[in-house]
């Protein structure tokens, strides 16, 4: 039963998401350019956005995080690594390139699917692409724990990470 | 303050109250990327409650595109260079680990370093893009 409502609740917080991306104006791509267009007109619109959804989430992640566990599941699964690599920074750049040539980053492209379009179309279709593309590159070199290191981790208190690499 | 500020703040609490209810029930970390990633690349049981967060985001935009379309913005890019956008966001975010939602609002808000070193990475190579694509002219 716990296991149906942890699934379950994706649904609602899913749309809450949607919602919270569609008020806050991050589902029109020129108005994010804008903001990262710091050498034109500065819209500073995006900067309030993230105001928002950082204090909020920061103040209940850590009353959130006072229990032992979550309502529906038996642990959290938030991802524990430190280490800044050259995956994280070359990522995160090329991420940004793809963000600062269209306004779109993932999730608002998501909730503008349905408006449809060639643009937006061709956008997602790309994102898939390279989502398969960085996977078929990565498998070859990415190696799962070794038994010994995930009791290893286990026992430092870490969770495995169910996502494919990390941290969301 | 301009009306578009409130909106902006609002929306964002929004964002942050949906990573803060999902991590409340199921324990999980709101990233979008990481969502999609996980229904297109399934591991075992862990693909139901992925389809059901995009199904509901997808929901969002459907209701908004029968209430109020002008919250769906365009890009002023054309299709072939969004095709490339895309690409590079979707290599970008996996091999980096995270996008806005996961690095940007669930990674900064608990003080992750990665995330905070990745957001930086990703806000400021965004912001040089732009000036970039204005000094060539524009889109």
Same mark, same amino acid.
């Given at each position: 039963?716990?296991?149906?409502?942890?699934?379950?609740?994706?649904?609602? @917080?899913?749309?809450?998401?949607?919602?919270?991306?569609?008020?806050?104006?991050? @589902?029109?791509?020129?108005?994010?350019?804008?903001?990262?267009?710091? @050498?034109?007109?500065?819209?500073?619109?995006?900067?309030?956005?993230m105001?928002?959804?950082?204090?909020?989430?920061?103040?209940?992640?850590?009353?959130?995080?006072r229990?032992?566990?979550?309502?529906?599941?038996?642990?959290?699964?938030?991802?524990?690594?430190?280490?800044?690599?050259?995956?994280?920074?070359?990522?995160?750049?090329?991420?940004?390139?793809g963000?600062?040539?269209?306004?779109?980053?993932?999730?608002?492209?998501?909730?503008?699917?349905?408006?449809?379009g060639a643009?937006?179309?061709?956008?997602?279709?790309?994102?898939?692409?390279?989502?398969?593309?960085?996977?078929?590159?990565?498998?070859?070199?990415?190696?799962?724990?070794?038994?010994?290191?995930?009791?290893?981790?286990?026992?430092?208190?870490?969770?495995?990470?169910?996502?494919?690499?990390?941290?969301? | 303050?301009?009306?578009?500020?409130?909106?902006?703040?609002?929306?964002g609490?929004?964002?942050?109250?949906?990573?803060s209810?999902?991590?409340?029930?199921?324990?999980?970390?709101?990233?979008?990327?990481?969502?999609?990633?996980?229904?297109?690349?399934?591991?075992?049981?862990?693909?139901?409650?992925?389809?059901?967060?995009?199904?509901?985001?997808?929901?969002?935009?459907?209701?908004?595109?029968?209430?109020?379309?002008?919250?769906?913005?365009?890009?002023?890019?054309?299709p072939?260079l969004?095709?490339?956008?895309?690409?590079?966001?979707g290599?970008?975010?996996?091999?980096?680990?995270?996008?806005?939602?996961?690095?940007?609002?669930?990674?900064?808000?608990?003080?992750?370093?990665?995330?905070?070193?990745?957001?930086?990475?990703?806000?400021?190579?965004?912001?040089?893009?732009?000036?970039v694509v204005?000094?060539?002219?524009?889109?």
């Amino acid at each position: 039963m716990n296991h149906l409502r942890s699934t379950l609740v994706a649904l609602p @917080t899913g749309f809450l998401f949607g919602l919270g991306l569609l008020v806050s104006g991050m @589902t029109e791509p020129r108005r994010v350019l804008g903001f990262l267009d710091v @050498t034109g007109d500065w819209d500073a619109t995006l900067l309030f956005v993230m105001a928002g959804a950082v204090l909020v989430h920061a103040v209940l992640y850590r009353l959130i995080r006072r229990r032992p566990s979550p309502l529906f599941a038996e642990a959290f699964a938030v991802p524990s690594r430190r280490d800044i690599d050259g995956k994280l920074l070359a990522g995160a750049a090329l991420f940004g390139a793809g963000w600062g040539l269209s306004g779109y980053c993932p999730g608002p492209a998501l909730v503008s699917l349905s408006a449809g379009g060639a643009g937006i179309v061709s956008f997602v279709v790309g994102m898939v692409a390279g989502i398969y593309l960085a996977a078929a590159v990565q498998r070859p070199r990415a190696a799962e724990p070794s038994p010994r290191q995930a009791q290893a981790n286990a026992a430092a208190g870490e969770v495995p990470y169910a996502g494919a690499v990390g941290d969301g | 303050m301009q009306a578009s500020f409130w909106y902006a703040l609002v929306g964002g609490a929004l964002i942050g109250l949906s990573a803060s209810l999902l991590l409340l029930g199921s324990g999980r970390v709101a990233g979008i990327s990481g969502v999609l990633g996980g229904v297109l690349l399934p591991k075992r049981g862990d693909r139901a409650w992925r389809a059901l967060f995009l199904i509901g985001l997808l929901g969002a935009g459907a209701l908004s595109l029968a209430l109020f379309p002008e919250a769906i913005g365009s890009s002023p890019a054309g299709p072939g260079l969004l095709a490339v956008a895309g690409l590079q966001v979707g290599v970008g975010t996996r091999i980096g680990s995270g996008c806005t939602s996961g690095h940007g609002v669930c990674g900064v808000a608990r003080l992750s370093q990665r995330s905070v070193v990745a957001t930086a990475v990703f806000v400021a190579v965004g912001m040089l893009t732009t000036g970039v694509v204005r000094a060539l002219g524009g889109l």
